[in-house]
């Protein structure tokens, strides 16, 4: 394109695709699609180009049970992959089907979506992740799973019923989930619990970990692993002198 505000689509099939597709969509407020499909063999190559704010990407997986991975700016799904370049916001929807959905590094993107939409969805984080603007949501399945997997450095985190906030870096804002699991890794961790709406299990890992939990709306289990590990449960938690009535579900330690 030479500008405008553009709609493309991309609906590839059948087995004699080149081995590589460019969408160009240059000036302009672009909006960009690339639906997902089972079998074909190419890559993609989706590039916004100007401006540097609002250019969005939706990727649309299939109705079987998809495995979408997204690793810095590439995504692949079997055989396929899409690469994205001046993309300001990315959207990747799994439609219908027990689909995995994972997202590392830096996609180049202040705003990603990852939506499990339709039946038990896995959806996957793993640091580090660069994005202003973190959001995932299991969608209308009775029993999503969200893992979502720090690194080895020492991390602040902070986690309720719609959130996982990891100081410097990019919070995950999550809805529509049964189980959330939180892997800390081996660092020396603090992790403050305010709030939880989904099963959730929490794991520090190796070092010299602090935990305090202050409420919590549903089961949640602390395993601190090794190293020499400090639980602390209150409402005014480290601190002495709370009280436990926010402690509104099993807590298992």
Excluded: R
């Excluded at 969608?139 to 450095?153: D, E, I, P, R």
């Excluded at 089961?219 to 190293?227: E, L, P």
Aim: glycine share 16%; no cysteine; hydrophobic share 35%.
């Amino acid at each position: 394109s030479n500008g405008g505000a553009d709609g493309v689509t991309v609906n590839p099939s059948g087995s004699n695709l080149p081995s590589t597709i460019e969408i160009n969509s240059g000036d302009g407020d672009d909006a960009l699609a690339v639906n997902l499909a089972a079998g074909v063999t190419t890559t993609i190559v989706v590039d916004g180009g100007a401006p540097s704010a609002s250019d969005s990407l939706t990727v649309n997986g299939t109705a079987g049970n998809d495995v979408i991975n997204i690793n810095g700016s590439q995504l692949t799904y079997g055989s396929m992959a899409v690469t994205l370049k001046g993309i300001e916001s990315l959207s990747v929807k799994g439609g219908a089907g027990a689909d995995q959905i994972t997202l590392s590094g830096n996609p180049g993107s202040a705003t990603v979506e990852l939506l499990g939409e339709g039946d038990n969805d896995t959806i996957g984080v793993t640091y580090p992740v660069t994005a202003n603007n973190l959001v995932v949501n299991g969608g209308a399945g009775s029993n999503n799973q969200l893992n979502v997997t720090l690194t080895s450095a020492d991390e602040t985190v902070a986690v309720d019923g719609d959130s996982i906030d990891v100081t410097g870096t990019s919070a995950v804002q999550y809805s529509n989930f049964a189980t959330v699991t939180l892997n800390t890794g081996s660092g020396t961790d603090n992790v403050s619990v305010t709030g939880t709406t989904a099963t959730t299990q929490i794991n520090t890992g190796f070092g010299n970990d602090t935990i305090n939990i202050k409420a919590i709306g549903a089961a949640t289990t602390v395993n601190a692993g090794s190293g020499n590990d400090i639980i602390n449960v209150g409402s005014l938690a480290p601190s002495a002198n709370g009280n436990v009535n926010g402690i509104n579900a099993l807590l298992t330690i």
